[in-house]
């Protein structure tokens, strides 16, 4: 599932013919075709283009492993390794959580072993939902460490968010989002001071693992 297969998700997913996909790119149908079966190299302006016009990231059209073809094909998230996927049952559903993620510094995922009570309802609205573990106080104003945060990978941040991301060295790191045209600024919200994480377009990739939707503190749990 390469480039290729990743503009023919993201018609599929407007609903475009090739032809209409070319009128917006001002490229030829044909250029749209040998894109579309890897016959012909797309060129950086008209990836640029489809970002802009369909408000999508760099990797939903470049990536193999995380691009719209993967996305659309139904395949299982991509997660942070240990953690675990969310499944709607009964009033509550018992989690076993074993991914942490930290709020703090970038940090290599860790294992850890808590148990947690999902509300079946917030898990219906989330599908394809993971929880982690937090650790760090980057984070403390709104999530205390030590808590539970149940992640969505299909739902992109917007500016405010809470987003998990990982750095192109596979590093985690949970913090507010803030996006605009061209730098990233990941965000402490927290009783002690941090710094701001800022990332250029030539920082290499910020992968979104996914957005926050609910968490459970430390204390509630069993």
């Not at 691009?67 to 709607?88: E, K, T, Y």
């Not at 920082?203 to 204390?219: C, H, L």
Request: glycine content about 8%; aromatic content about 6%.
């Amino acid at each position: 599932m390469g480039i290729g297969s990743n503009i023919r998700a993201l018609r599929e997913k407007y609903d475009l013919t090739q032809d209409q996909l070319a009128e917006k790119l001002g490229v030829t149908r044909e250029s749209v075709h040998r894109w579309e079966t890897d016959k012909m190299t797309v060129r950086d302006r008209h990836i640029s283009k489809m970002i802009e016009l369909f408000g999508i990231e760099p990797e939903d059209i470049k990536s193999e492993r995380y691009g719209l073809a993967s996305q659309l094909s139904g395949c299982a998230p991509i997660v942070p390794d240990g953690a675990m996927p969310v499944v709607a049952s009964g009033a509550t559903v018992p989690l076993l959580t074993l991914g942490r993620v930290h709020a703090g510094a970038l940090t290599d995922e860790e294992e850890a072993e808590r148990r947690v009570e999902v509300p079946a309802s917030v898990c219906a609205g989330h599908p394809r939902a993971f929880a982690l573990e937090v650790e760090g106080d980057c984070m403390n104003r709104v999530i205390p460490e030590g808590s539970h945060v149940m992640v969505d990978p299909d739902r992109q941040p917007s500016n405010g968010s809470i987003a998990v991301v990982e750095t192109e060295d596979y590093r985690a790191v949970m913090r507010r989002w803030y996006k605009g045209s061209t730098k990233l600024m990941l965000s402490a919200d927290s009783f002690e001071d941090y710094e701001d994480m800022i990332f250029g377009m030539d920082d290499g990739p910020v992968r979104v693992v996914g957005t926050v939707v609910w968490f459970q503190a430390a204390e509630e749990m069993e």
